[in-house]
């Protein structure tokens, strides 16, 4: 397996945005007089798109008032987006080991292209990565392959040669539908063994951990018994 570019899922992979994202829901929910939550409940609502969290947060709402949630949740998220996230710990020095290694980068991740680019400019290299692909009205969500499609021919490589990097279930039936191989990372918002399920090519605990699988002669997975516990970054 010849590895030659990767392609990054953004929210749990590279930036922790789960203190941003519960912060701003739980600020809407209780405005419309709902039940808060926790923020171990909103980890697992988050990566599939803003309706998909909502209807998941907010069970039995008509339209107008999932169409107002929605808005109101738009409006405080665009406000409050990098007050709380974080770069995960290893990911900078992730990013700069695959670039020193010549191969090209993208993010493709469901959040809205606007905010996408913000959190990018505001924690990340932005430099490092040839292109930003989130989400734009009129286009599917992953797991629909669209956007990762287009990430791979803007860098002009091959969907087998992309590596689809991601820490959700969602990440890794984008990767299948689009032809790419995955890496499933174990420090984000999925749960392992929904992840393990989806039988990645690789799947590693720590982020220097996925540098073995641009290694054509280690294509092996890259978890080990010293690895980070799920949850402790």
């Given at each position: 397996?010849?590895?030659?570019?990767?392609?990054?899922?953004?929210?749990?992979?590279?930036?922790?945005?789960?203190?941003?994202?519960?912060?701003?829901?739980?600020?809407?929910?209780?405005?419309h007089?709902?039940?808060?939550?926790?923020?171990?409940?909103?980890?697992?609502?988050?990566?599939?798109g803003?309706a998909?969290?909502?209807?998941?947060?907010?069970?039995?709402?008509?339209?107008?008032?999932?169409?107002?949630?929605?808005?109101?949740?738009?409006?405080?998220?665009?406000?409050?987006?990098?007050?709380?996230?974080?770069?995960?710990?290893?990911?900078?020095?992730?990013?700069?080991?695959?670039?020193?290694?010549?191969?090209?980068?993208?993010?493709?991740?469901?959040?809205?292209?606007?905010?996408?680019?913000?959190?990018?400019?505001?924690?990340?290299?932005?430099?490092?990565?040839?292109?930003?692909?989130?989400?734009?009205?009129?286009?599917?969500?992953k797991?629909?392959?669209?956007?990762?499609?287009?990430?791979?021919?803007?860098?002009?490589?091959?969907?087998?040669?992309?590596?689809?990097?991601?820490?959700?279930?969602?990440?890794l039936?984008?990767?299948?539908?689009?032809g790419?191989?995955?890496?499933?990372?174990?420090?984000?918002?999925?749960?392992w063994?929904?992840?393990?399920?989806?039988?990645?090519?690789?799947?590693?605990?720590?982020?220097?951990?996925?540098?073995?699988?641009?290694?054509?002669?280690?294509?092996?997975h890259?978890a080990?018994?010293?690895?980070?516990?799920?949850?402790?970054?």
């Open positions: 397996m010849d590895i030659r570019a990767v392609l990054f899922d953004l929210d749990g992979t590279l930036v922790d945005t789960l203190p941003d994202i519960a912060w701003c829901l739980n600020h809407v929910l209780s405005l007089g709902l039940r808060t939550l926790q923020p171990e409940e909103v980890r697992g609502m988050i990566g599939g803003v998909a969290m909502l209807e998941r947060a907010a069970v039995g709402l008509d339209a107008e008032q999932c169409q107002r949630l929605h808005d109101d949740y738009s409006s405080c998220y665009h406000d409050n987006l990098v007050r709380r996230s974080r770069v995960f710990p290893g990911c900078i020095g992730l990013i700069e080991r695959i670039a020193g290694k010549g191969l090209p980068m993208a993010l493709v991740t469901n959040k809205a292209q606007t905010l996408a680019e913000r959190v990018v400019q505001g924690l990340l290299p932005a430099q490092r990565f040839a292109a930003v692909f989130g989400h734009r009205p009129g286009e599917r969500l797991p629909a392959p669209d956007i990762a499609l287009q990430a791979a021919e803007r860098l002009g490589i091959d969907p087998g040669h992309c590596l689809f990097v991601g820490d959700t279930p969602i990440d039936l984008t990767a299948k539908a689009a790419m191989p995955a890496a499933a990372v174990g420090w984000g918002y999925g749960e063994q929904a992840l393990l399920e989806q039988r990645p090519q690789f799947h590693c605990q720590q982020p220097l951990q996925l540098l073995r699988a641009l290694h054509p002669e280690q294509l092996r890259c080990s018994q010293s690895a980070t516990p799920i949850g402790s970054l």
